[in-house]
C-alpha cells in the first residue's frame, strides 16, 4: 500500500532527511511529479495528444484532497463526500473501533448522514494558491552567517510568512522547501478538521492479499473508503468535485493522477545515496524488523490484542517492504553506476566555473557525514526509537509547547511555529483511544533498544532506565501516566489540556511519569536536532547551487523531489511483464474469486462473509465477473499517493491509486516506465461492487447523479 | 520451546561462543546441570530425602538419548521405542512431508512398524562411560606457547584421544570441554544413523498457542512423538528403557530430569556479559527480526509456502523470544550487580596471589575484545549470516572437506575430525528436500544483511555480488546450483558425493554457482575463525586458572555450565505467581478447552479436526477433563533440554520436558527458582490423549508393558 507511513511507522522511522537536489538529467518518458503551478503542458500534448486547459487544472486541483494520516482524496459530491483508500483511512477508522466493535473487520455503511462517524483527529486540506516566496525566503539568508544563523534567518522568515499568511486569508499556510532549497513556495489550504466516517468496506477486501500482495500487480482489492467534510456541524458545501466516468479504462489510455507524493530521492548526490543505502535505509529496516517482530507478537497473543496491533502490524510491514524495495533498487550497481556518471558530469561542469566557495558536492559530502555520525543517537532520542509510546510522544509535545510558546514564532522548533497551531492541537487532543498493555510492550522493546544500541551502561541509558529492567521501567511509566489514558471527558479533567494550558510552573510540579521521562531525554534530543539542522541548511545552500547551475542550462526541465505537495502525474494504462510472466493492464472480480481458490482462501487470501454469501451469483454473473476491479499505469507515484484521483483527457474519476508495484519501489530514486506500475482501483469497479455487494443506494445515488445526468 | 536451535536459527545465529566459566558462588537451592560422573548424592538426600544408587544413575543414563537436531529424549520401550518432544522432532517430520502430504499438519501413526518412516538425516547418541582426560589434554599444552601454537596442540591431542577411543571402542567419542577449559571429558556414545517416525500428533496440539504461549505456563501442549531406533534394518533391542509412571506427579513432588541443556553462561566474567549483553545478544535479535520479517512474509504468499517455511518460522521466533529473554535478565540491573559484585570479591582473592602472568581476568577481556571486533564480520563470514542457503552451506562444507581430508586429523578443523566423518557425512548427503524460491529469498536477504553491513562498496562485497543487485545474485546462484537440488537418485547422479569424493580436481573444475560462491569468501572465513580460535584459547587458559583457583578453596561445589552433554537436574513440582496472578502446579485437559474458547480459538489458539470431533464427549467427561496435561517444576533446565524425560524418586517416568516459563530464559545467566519453571508434559495425560483421542492402541500396548505389570 502506497500511503505516507502509519503514525506509527512514521514515529519509527522518522529521521534525519536525506536532503534530495535537482535530479541530473532531464525527465525522461512520462517521468515527473508536477506542480500544478507548472505542469508540463507542451510535454503532455506532445506525447499524448492532451491539451490541459487552466480550467481543468483547477478543477482537479480543487477537488483534490490531502489527508493528514499520510494519503491523498477526492471530493466527489457537492456535499463535501471524500473519496479515499481504506487503508489511509484504516488510522481514523481503528480510532473509531473497540473491543467488540471492530469497524476494520465488520466495514461501516452510514445509513442516514446522522449516522456519520466524527474521526477524532483527522484532517483534510484543500489547495487554493501556490505563491513563488524564493526571493524574500533567499534574501534573509546571506553567506557570511554560519550554518546556525541561516537556519535560524530562514526559520524565522518561513514563519513569517506563513503568520502574515494566516492572518490575511485564515488559510493554512505553508512554506514548501522544493528542489532542496533552490524554491520555496506558499502553500494555502482550506482546512476541514471535522471529518466523518461514511463508508468502508471489509479490510479483508480492501486489502485482499495482505502483505503477500502488497506492491504487486495484478491485483483484486476493493482498497477504498468514503469520509464527508464538515463546516459548523453541516456537510460542507464543496465548488470542485469529481464526476464519475461512465466508461472503464482501457489499456493505452492516458491518465491524470493528482495527489500528494510523500518523499523522493531523486536529486540526492551519490554521497547521500551511498548514505541511504549503507546507513539510513540498513537502520530503518532493523527498526522496522524489531517492530514487526515485537507488535506480530503482542497480535498473537488474542483476538482483543490483535485488533488493537493490526493496523502497526500492517503498516510496519509496508514499510518494511518499502524501504527493502528502495533498497534493492540503490544495490542494483546499474542504477548506481549511473548516478555516478551523471554526478560526475554535473560536477565538472560546475566544478570548472571559479567559485568563491568549496564545491557544493563536497560541502553536501561532509553535512552528510555529520548526519551519519549521530544518525543512531538523532534517531533514538530526536526520532524517539527509543521511546516508542504515544503517551511518551504526548508529554513531550506538552513539554516543549511550554518552552516553545515563550518565544517569538520564528525563533521554535518548527512544528510548534503559530500558523501550525490549530493542527498540532487537533493530533495532541486526539480521543484515540490507548491501551496499557500495548503502550507497555512498545516502550519497553524501544527501551531495549536504546539500552543495546548505546550501551546499557551509558550515562544516559542508566539515568532512562532509572535502575529498572526495560520491561520494569515502561510499566512503571504507563502506570504512572495520565497522558496516555483518555479519561471518558464527563469523569475526570483532561490532563493534556491542563498541563499544555498551565504553563512552566504545571509542567515543573507534575509527577506524571510519562513527562518526568520526556524531562530526562529533551536535552539531548534538542542537542542533536540542532546539529542536524544546522547540517541540514549546509544541504540546502549546496543543493540550491547546484540546481540553479542547472536550470541556467537546462531551464526548468524536471519536477522537485516529492514534498507531501499536490502533485500532478500522468502516465498509459497498460499491463507489463514480470519475472518472465505477462500481466493484464486490468484485473476483474472474476480474477478475485480465481486468486482467492488458488490460494485455498488461506488469510489473507480469504473473502468477508458478505462476498463469500454473494459469491456464487456473482460468480455466474458473467458481466460482473468481467468487470474491472484493479488497473496498473505507468503514472510516476510514490508513497502519499495513495487515495490520489487518476481522472481521463475529460477530468472524469475513472479510478484511486492504491499501491505500486514491486518495481515501482525504485521510483523514489530512479524513474523507470519498463518495470514500474502504479495501481488503482477501478472506478467502474467501484461502483459494481457498490451496487452488488453492499447495496449501498444512497451512496450511488449521491456520487452518480452527474454522471446520470450526462448519460 | 526449549530445545537447541533448530537448523536455521542455529545456521542463523550461530556466533563465537562466548566462554564460560566456572560460576562464582555456589550453588543455591535445586540449581545445577549436574555430570552423571559427579552428581550431587549429598545434596540430594539431604533437600529431598532421595538416595540414589549408582544402578538408578546408570539406568536413566542408559535410557536417556540426544537427539541432533537439537534435543534430548528417552528410550520408553525395549525395542529402540524413543519419546520425545514434538517440536524435537519437527525437523524431521518436516523433511517427510511434502505438498499436499504435510505430516507437521495432519500428524503420523505408523499402524504397522513396516509404515515406520526412515528420517533423512536424524542421529541419536547414548551415553555409555564419561573419562576424566584432563591431564592429557593440559599436558599437551605449555605456557610458551602463542595462542595459535596453543590452540593447535590442545586440538590435535583431544582428536588423537577422540580417534584412538573410536578405534578401541566403535563408540562415538567426543572430548568435551568443561567448566571452559578447566577439565575435559570424554564422552562415548552409542550411535544410532536408522532412526524412524512412529507416531506424531498435529502440529496445532502440540504446539497449542504458538508464540504467543511458548516460554508461557499453564500451558496445554501435547508437545510429543515417538521415533524408534533401528539397527541392521531391525528395530534396536535396548538394555535400558523408562517405564511408565502409574501415579501422576502432584505438587511437592520432588522430579528428575536427565537431558542436554545447550549452553550456559553462569560463568561467564562480567567483561563476557557486557559483550553478550550489548553485542552479541542484540546482533543475534537484528539477525532473527530479520529472518522473522522475510521468512514470515515468504510464509504469507500461499498454503505450500506456508508449509515449506513454518518450521522456520517457529524456529525464529523461538530464538528470537530466548535471547530477549536472557538480554532482559541481563538488562535487569539487580542481576548484573549481583555478578559484578561476585567478581569483584574473587578478583580480589585471585589477584592478591602473586602470579608470573597478567591477571586472568585481564586477560578474558583482551581476547572478548578481540571477538567483539571481529563479531559482525565472523558472523557474517564464518557464521554465514550473510549466506543463508542450505546448498552454499553444503558448497562449504564440500570446498572445506577436500582442503581438510589431505591433513593429519588433528590439524583440521574440528568438525572434520576422523571420528566426527560419520555424522558430518550424514548431514551433507540428507535427502531433504529444498525449495528454490525459498533458498533464494533466504539467500537474497542474506547478501542484503551482507551488503549494507560492510558497505555495498566493499571489495569483497563487491565481488560477491558480481556487479548484480542481491536478489538477482542469489537467483544466478539458486539457479546454477546442483547441491542443493535433490534429483530422484534413479534419474540423476548425487553431485553432492561426486564432489565430495572426487578430491581437489573436480572441485576446482566445478562450475557449480554456489561452489564457486563459496570459494570466494572461504578465505576471509577462515581467516577470521582462526583470530576467533586463538582469542577463545586465550580465554580457556584464564577461566581454568580461575575455576582451579576456587575448586582449591571451595571444592567442587558447582556443576560446570552447559555444553549440550548429558546431565542431571532436579526439583519440586510446584505452581507459582506471575505478574501478580498465582498459577497451579499443574493444568489440566478442561484447561485446554477453556483456553481454545478465551482466545475465541484463534490460531495458535485453535484445535485440530480429531480434537474439535472428539472435544463434546471429552469435555463432558469429568475424569478426562480433571486429567494432568502440563506440569511446572522448579528443575534447572535450558534450551536442549526439550524432550528430556522427568522421573520420580523410583526413576519411573512422569513427564518430559518441552519448555521454560518466560522467568526460566535468565537461567542463562543465573539460577533462579523463584518465578522459573521448566514445563513439562504429563505422563498420565500423554496416556489419556493416545487412548481417548487417537486410539493409538498398539503404541499403548508397547509403552504400558512393564507398568501394567507391575500394577
Same mark, same amino acid.
Given at each position: ?527 542533536? *536536532?540542532?546539529? &542536524?539542522? @544546522?547540517? !541540514?541548511?549546509?544541504?540546502?545552500? #549546496?543543493?540550491?547551487?547546484? +540546481?540553479? =547551475? ?124 519498463? *518495470?514500474?506500475? &502504479?495501481? @488503482?482501483? !477501478?472506478?467502474?469497479?467501484?461502483? #459494481?461492487?457498490?451496487?452488488? +455487494?453492499? =447495496? ?16
Amino acid at each position: 500500500m502506497y500511503s505516507i507511513l502509519s503514525s506509527l511507522t512514521r514515529w519509527a522511522v522518522a529521521a534525519v532527511c536525506v536532503a534530495t537536489m535537482h535530479g541530473a538529467t532531464p525527465a525522461l518518458g512520462d517521468e515527473g511529479m508536477w506542480l500544478f503551478s507548472a505542469p508540463p503542458l507542451t510535454r503532455i500534448e506532445r506525447d499524448h495528444g492532451v491539451q490541459l486547459t487552466p480550467k481543468w487544472l483547477e478543477h482537479l486541483q480543487r477537488s483534490s484532497v490531502r489527508l493528514s494520516s499520510g494519503g491523498s482524496g477526492a471530493f466527489v459530491s457537492p456535499d463535501g463526500l471524500v473519496l479515499t483508500n481504506h487503508h489511509v483511512g484504516a488510522d481514523a477508522i481503528h480510532k473509531l473501533s473497540a473491543a467488540n466493535h471492530d469497524l476494520l473487520a465488520s466495514g461501516f455503511a452510514a445509513a442516514t448522514r446522522a449516522e456519520e462517524l466524527k474521526c477524532p483527529d483527522l484532517e483534510l486540506n484543500v489547495l487554493i494558491s501556490i505563491e513563488d516566496v524564493t526571493d524574500r525566503v533567499q534574501a534573509a539568508v546571506t553567506v557570511t552567517m554560519t550554518p546556525d544563523e541561516a537556519f535560524a534567518a530562514r526559520r524565522a522568515v518561513m514563519a513569517e510568512i506563513e503568520k502574515e499568511s494566516l492572518a490575511a486569508t485564515s488559510l493554512r499556510s505553508d512554506v514548501v522547501t522544493l528542489w532542496q532549497g533552490a524554491a520555496y513556495h506558499l502553500y494555502r489550504a482550506k482546512k476541514y478538521t471535522d471529518v466523518r466516517l461514511v463508508f468502508a468496506p471489509e479490510q479483508q477486501i480492501a486489502f485482499f492479499g495482505g502483505d503477500a500482495d502488497n506492491f504487486e500487480f495484478p491485483r483484486y482489492n476493493l482498497d477504498i473508503c468514503f469520509f464527508r467534510a464538515y463546516e459548523d456541524g453541516r456537510p460542507a458545501k464543496v465548488d470542485h468535485h469529481l464526476v464519475w466516468a461512465t466508461r472503464p479504462v482501457a489499456a493505452g489510455d492516458v491518465v491524470f493522477v493528482s495527489g500528494h507524493p510523500g518523499h523522493t530521492d531523486r536529486g540526492a548526490t551519490v554521497a547521500e545515496l551511498v548514505s541511504l543505502r549503507d546507513r539510513r535505509l540498513p537502520l530503518d529496516l532493523r527498526i522496522l524488523n524489531r517492530l514487526e517482530a515485537t507488535i506480530g507478537a503482542y497480535a498473537a497473543r488474542g483476538p482483543e490484542q490483535r485488533r488493537q496491533a493490526l493496523q502497526d502490524v500492517h503498516g510496519v510491514e509496508n514499510g518494511r517492504k518499502a524501504r527493502a524495495g528502495v533498497l534493492g533498487g540503490l544495490l542494483n550497481p546499474a542504477i548506481m553506476t549511473a548516478k555516478r556518471e551523471e554526478e560526475r558530469r554535473l560536477r565538472e561542469e560546475i566544478e570548472a566555473e571559479p567559485a568563491g566557495r568549496e564545491s557544493p558536492f563536497m560541502r553536501i559530502e561532509r553535512a552528510q557525514g555529520t548526519l551519519d555520525e549521530i544518525a543512531v543517537r538523532y534517531r533514538l532520542f530526536e526520532g524517539a526509537a527509543g521511546f516508542n509510546s504515544d503517551s511518551f510522544r504526548t508529554a513531550r509535545t506538552i513539554l516543549r509547547s511550554i518552552e516553545e510558546r515563550a518565544k517569538p514564532s520564528g525563533e521554535r522548533l518548527r512544528e510548534f511555529r503559530e500558523s501550525n497551531r490549530e493542527s498540532l492541537e487537533q493530533q495532541l487532543f486526539t480521543d484515540e483511544p490507548l491501551y496499557d498493555a500495548y503502550e507497555t510492550v512498545k516502550l519497553a522493546d524501544s527501551l531495549t533498544f536504546l539500552a543495546t544500541s548505546l550501551g546499557a551502561d551509558d550515562e544516559l541509558v542508566v539515568r532512562v532506565l532509572d535502575g529498572k529492567a526495560p520491561v520494569d521501567r515502561a510499566a512503571v511509566a504507563v502506570a504512572g501516566t495520565e497522558l496516555g489514558r483518555r479519561a471518558p471527558p464527563s469523569t475526570r479533567p483532561d490532563r493534556r489540556r491542563e498541563l499544555y494550558e498551565g504553563g512552566r510552573a504545571g509542567v515543573a510540579a507534575s509527577t506524571d511519569a510519562m513527562l518526568a521521562l520526556a524531562k530526562i531525554v529533551d536535552g539531548e534530543s534538542r542537542r542533536l *536536532r540542532t546539529i &542536524a539542522e @544546522a547540517a !541540514d541548511e549546509v544541504k540546502k545552500q #549546496a543543493h540550491a547551487e547546484i +540546481v540553479r =547551475a542547472r536550470f541556467a542550462r537546462e531551464g526548468l526541465a524536471m519536477a522537485p523531489d516529492a514534498t507531501f505537495t499536490l502533485r500532478l502525474a500522468y502516465g498509459v494504462v497498460t499491463g507489463g511483464t514480470q519475472a518472465g510472466i505477462t500481466y493484464p493492464a486490468v484485473t476483474t472480480f472474476g480474477g478475485l474469486f480465481a486468486r482467492a481458490e488458488e490460494k485455498q482462501e488461506m488469510p489473507p487470501f480469504d473473502l468477508p462473509p458478505r462476498w463469500l454469501e454473494a459469491r456464487p451469483a456473482l460468480a455466474a454473473d458473467a458481466t460482473f465477473a468481467a468487470t474491472a476491479f484493479n488497473f496498473a499505469s505507468t503514472a510516476d507515484i510514490i508513497g502519499g499517493n495513495s487515495g490520489s484521483p487518476v481522472v481521463n483527457a475529460a477530468g472524469e474519476l475513472v479510478g484511486v491509486i492504491f499501491d505500486g508495484n514491486i518495481d515501482s519501489l525504485v521510483l523514489d530514486v530512479a524513474y523507470d516506465d519498463q *518495470r514500474a506500475r &502504479a495501481v @488503482a482501483v !477501478d472506478a467502474t469497479g467501484i461502483v #459494481a461492487a457498490l451496487q452488488q +455487494v453492499y =447495496a449501498a443506494d444512497m451512496l450511488l445515488a449521491e456520487i452518480l447523479t452527474k454522471a446520470e445526468k450526462k448519460k
